[in-house]
């Protein structure tokens, strides 16, 4: 689907393929490493495009891995909605699905080998005297004073642990590294924590289960990874990870290189906060469409094809930055200003009778499905006597430049008639509840003679038009940086018109709709059928973005 010629270059696969060129490498094997206890998001969308990316692009494997080292944060759910997420983005992972914790039994006895090298110790401060302990940025830490455990002593508590004899939180195993260095990672990092849970893919075998810190680095090794590729904020970890490799006899030492993560503005990717908008109904589940997961952006109608640009466009350095949203509107945009067929629909219904038509009167338009492609069927509109326009299309004192409806004033019907409005029908609070318009019958596919008509605005007819729900989104947070200051909760930034619901009526072939299909509405913005609500009888659309296009305005502008 992609191929490093239509892929911007980046600083990874240059060092890659200069390994390559050079023999230091055979065939490169990368990983896509996720913790199954959320839903991903467009972050994570930017290392999977990263990490299959490269193998596609260097001849090489990708690997999916679940990191799966804490049951109590983990479910089932989680795990097919990421399997589900990437094969949707078009990648397909190298042999089976592999977990961390089908490495549990090695990584227990590594950790017993640690203990007998006198590298690991059983320690007894609970979170709180850990923490006290460790030391700062600026002090030093303070070593334990179980620090000095005998080895024999260490094994037989840890096998202790092992058994569930202790309660959680009451003893830690922990590398015995150092307590004064300035990176505290290597300030004697946790190993093995105990935890009275089933794990969903070992069941109950264990009452112990090891850190991430020292499941991920070993993983890689025992897979085989020659190159792991992850964000920045593990760049301080690396040489922890390089400690683990250095004292244990793995089969391989796979190389860490940091690039810097997708930060976009008006969202917030930490799945921490993610699954709290989740539980605090916020939002409706991980797959509401204002979410910045894959599957909340999948069911507003993003394609595969516009992520996978998007992540392209971003590119891949090591400059950390925040990326503007706008730039993810222009992807969606410009493939579905390509690929999605046209619809008409009117979002606030104002009826308008075409008195010089009779009641009985039915004409079909033939249109074609795309303007610009031969391919997609075309579309059959109905016009009668009666039918549907948008309220702000009509102005009973429009301003100067009011090229839409006004009493006396022409306009033309997209693909069909100009007509003009001729009486204003209200209702007893004076409401507008009708148009009196006429049909100049010979303006179809041409200009009426002698008169210049600039408005052209979209309509419904009224004896055929389907009813429809449509769901406008916007950004779900009103600033830029929702989770930037620490003082204030980021929920106090939510945007409260990021969802409205209006009832509309659509041109009569949206009954045929499917679920997930995407079309543009003419003159209103990009929309897809929901892929839960809309079916059986029900048309449900979502907005996926607007017609208007700011972030490729901005940059004709800089050019």
Partial sequence: MSSESTSAPNFIRTQIREEIEQGRVDTIVTRFPPEPNGFLHIGHAKSICLNFGLAEQLGGQCHLRFDDTNPAREEQVYI????????????????????ASSYFDQLHEWACQLIRDGLAYVDDLDAEQ?????????????PSPWRDRSVEENLALFEGM????FAEGEKVLRAKIDMASPNINLRDPTLYRIRHAAHHQSGDKWKIYPSYDFTHGQSDAIEGITHSICTLEFEDHRPL????????PVPARPRQIEFARLNLNYTVTSKRKLKLLVDQGVVDGWDDPRMPTISGMRRRGYTPASIRKFCDMVGVSRASGVVDIQMLYHAIRSDLEDNAPRAMCVMKPLKVVLTNLPDDHEEIFEVAGHPAREDMAVRQLPLNREIWIDQEDFMEEPPKKFFRLAPGKEVRLRNAYVI????????EQGEVEALHCSVDLETLGQNPEGRKVKGVIHWVSARHGVDVEVRNYDNLFQVEAPDRDKDVDFLEHLNAQSLEVVHGIGEPSLAQAGAEQRF?????GYFCADRHDHGAGRLV?????????GWAKAQNKAN
């Fill in 420 to 427: 003009c409005c001729d009486e204003v029908i209200k209702n």
């Fill in 241 to 248: 990870y390089n400690w683990f490799l250095d004292n244990l």
């Fill in 80 to 99: 097919d909605a990421i399997r589900e997420d990437i094969e949707w983005l078009g990648f397909q992972w190298s042999g089976e699905i592999r977990y």
């Fill in 541 to 549: 659309f979502n907005r996926t973005v607007s017609l208007k296009d």
């Fill in 162 to 165: 092992r058994n569930g004899e």
């Fill in 130 to 142: 850990m923490r006290e302990y460790r030391g700062t940025l600026t002090e030093p830490g303070r």
């Fill in 520 to 524: 543009q509405f003419e003159r209103v």
